[in-house]
């Protein structure tokens, strides 16, 4: 199995004009209809959810390889984040936060459960592109067009 294949503006090797249509052709067919409009889906386990999920849709309308088909991705991320703030408000009201104290079975679960979820959001943050690497990417994409671009109006300085 190959490595995994990176979005055309994150390529750092050489590739022939031909080469780059091509790429740009698969990405367009990769992302499919557009998130632009995508309305909450009904199984969203709360308003947190819904809230963020109108939250992660506009920030992603822009992303070109983002669309539709990574809706089940972003509905993941924001069920598990209604799922670990739940959890953690629950460990917050029955104020359990010292350590070293005789845990009994229900907070221990709330506890694991709180555990999951947060490594579950991250998964998904992940995937849809919220991560401090996936966004540094990006920035460094667009200060490379920037770059490009001034060169192109005044040259080579």
Do not use: H
Not at 44 to 53: P, V
Request: net charge positive; glycine share 8%; charged share 30%.
């Amino acid at each position: 199995m190959g490595r995994a294949r990176k979005p055309l503006e994150t390529q750092v090797g050489n590739l022939t004009v031909g080469k780059q249509e091509q790429r740009k052709f698969e990405q367009q067919l990769a992302a499919g209809k557009p998130i632009t409009g995508l309305k909450p889906p009904k199984t969203l386990i709360n308003a947190e959810a819904r809230k963020l999920w109108k939250w992660a849709v506009g920030l992603l309308k822009d992303m070109p390889l983002v669309g539709e088909i990574d809706a089940l991705n972003i509905e993941g991320m924001c069920n598990a984040f209604a799922l670990y703030r739940a959890a953690t408000d629950k460990i917050k009201k029955d104020g359990i936060t010292e350590e070293g104290v005789d845990f009994g079975q229900e907070i221990i679960a709330v506890m694991n459960a709180q555990k999951k979820y947060a490594e579950e959001f991250r998964a998904f943050a992940r995937l849809c592109g919220f991560t401090v690497d996936s966004r540094l990417k990006l920035a460094a994409t667009k200060a490379k067009d920037i770059d490009n671009d001034i060169e192109d109006l005044f040259g080579d300085i």
